[in-house]
């Protein structure tokens, strides 16, 4: 395939979590168009499976949706610098209340390439140890416990909405079945 090429960008706004850009970019067919791209700083996201198996999951509201969801335990990383493991880490035990020393890289994925460069890296957590909450002042999040199956059921139901814990959830049920 020909290459697009990037001839110009303009920030449009610069908020706390995005950046909107318009660019320009050149067509292979000669043609300058302008795309809107919202560049993020990446993120990490963990599947906490319980010594029971049953996976830990939270409950928090979420503005574009103006409704509580159910998601997997996720972060911002706090730098472009921050390895996404160490954002695992924290936002396991700020959002659940639990720490491990026993994260295992799952897969990593763009939120919506569309229209933002999003990363999110996924984890799963075992061997959970008990500790304390410790939630940013926005957050209001209680903690509830499904199995896969129970989850997928959720998700077939449009119940569990979320892409990133759908996505994560569908791959851990592929990680389970090679195991």
Known sequence: MDKIK???ETEIYKGSRVHLFKEQL??????EVEWELIKHIGAAAIIPVADDG???????YRNAADDYTLEIPAGILDSKDEEP??????????ETG???NDLTYLYKFYSSIGL???IIYIYIANNLIQSQQDLDDDEFVTLERYTVDELMTLIRNGELMDNKSISSILMYRDYL???
């Open 54 to 60: 049953r996976i830990i999951m939270v409950r928090q």
């Open 116 to 118: 933002c460069d999003e």
């Open 6 to 8: 990037k001839i110009g």
């Open 98 to 100: 639990y720490k491990s």
């Open 85 to 94: 493991l160490t954002c695992a880490h924290r936002e396991l035990e700020e």
């Open 26 to 31: 050149l067509m292979p067919n000669g043609k």
């Open 177 to 179: 079945a090679r195991k």
